[in-house]
Structures are given as C-alpha cells and as structure tokens.
C-alpha cells in the first residue's frame, strides 16, 4: 500500500479536522427524525457527496469506495425526491464515472526463437582465410 504523505497540502488537514467537527455537532443536534428539514438534508447530502469526491482523488485506493459512496447518495436523492445534486458524476447514471470491469493484462508473447539457440558463438573463420581470396571465388 502507498503510504501518504505526512504533511497535507495547505488548509488540507484545517479544513478536514473543520468536516469532522461539523459533522460530529450535525450528529449531537439531529437527533431525532424530526429534527431535519428537507432543505437540511439535501444541504447533508450534498456536503457527503463534495467529500466523497475529495476522498477520492486522495489515494488509489479510495476512488473504488468513493465512487461506491457517491451512487448510494445519488440513489438516495431518488429515493427522497431531490434533483440530482451538482455531483452527479458520482451517481449511477453517468457512464464516464462508472466502474469499469478490470479486464486481465494480456500477457506480452515474445516470438518463439528459431535456428540459432542460446549456444551459438558465432562463426569460426580460420586466420588463413581472407576475404579478397572469397570474393575472387564467388566471381568465378
């Protein structure tokens, strides 16, 4: 596994320990059913979703999950009436985002050899022979 870096880019780790504050004081004050609005819940969704897709571009390994994420909130906007929201290329419905299946690598073939194996040294020329002496030979 690609391990992350230690150090977030600028107001990363800020603004991510903000989400998690937040979102820690939305649980503590909705409690109940009662306590959403539908324009609380949409906002709720809406700021799942913008955080799914910045997961996603975080490592290799949370785009998979992220995109998971991003059709079950779009699945739920459906199931709750809402328009789909502006990420919508998170939902189910957008081909470009859709998980593709991993098809195998074709395995590289390399042409079988022929003729000369891995023995082979190369021709033996003896020092008497010379080439003016073949080409005389050849012509005649």
Same mark, same amino acid.
């Given at each position: 596994?690609?391990?992350?870096?230690?150090?977030?880019?600028? !107001? &990363?780790?800020?603004?991510?320990?903000?989400?998690?504050?937040?979102?820690?004081?939305?649980?503590?004050?909705?409690?109940?059913?009662?306590?959403?609005?539908?324009?609380?819940?949409?906002?709720? &969704?809406?700021?799942?979703?913008?955080?799914?897709?910045?997961?996603?571009?975080?490592?290799?390994?949370?785009?998979?999950?992220?995109?998971?994420?991003?059709?079950?909130?779009?699945?739920?906007?459906?199931?709750?009436?809402?328009?789909? !929201?502006?990420?919508?290329?998170? !939902?189910?419905?957008?081909?470009?985002?859709?998980?593709?299946? &991993?098809?195998?690598?074709?395995?590289?073939?390399?042409?079988?050899?022929?003729?000369?194996?891995?023995?082979?040294? !190369?021709?033996?020329?003896?020092?008497?022979?010379?080439?003016?002496?073949?080409?005389?030979?050849?012509?005649?």
């Amino acid at each position: 596994m690609d391990l992350l870096p230690t150090t977030a880019a600028p !107001g &990363v780790a800020e603004r991510a320990e903000a989400l998690a504050d937040a979102a820690c004081e939305l649980h503590d004050a909705a409690s109940t059913p009662a306590s959403w609005s539908a324009a609380a819940l949409e906002d709720a &969704v809406e700021a799942m979703e913008t955080t799914a897709l910045a997961l996603a571009a975080a490592h290799p390994d949370t785009t998979a999950a992220m995109l998971a994420i991003g059709q079950q909130l779009a699945q739920l906007r459906a199931r709750l009436g809402f328009p789909p !929201g502006e990420h919508a290329a998170a !939902g189910p419905d957008d081909d470009e985002h859709q998980e593709q299946a &991993v098809e195998p690598r074709t395995p590289i073939r390399r042409p079988r050899r022929r003729g000369l194996g891995p023995g082979y040294q !190369g021709l033996r020329i003896p020092p008497d022979r010379n080439l003016a002496s073949d080409a005389t030979r050849a012509h005649a």
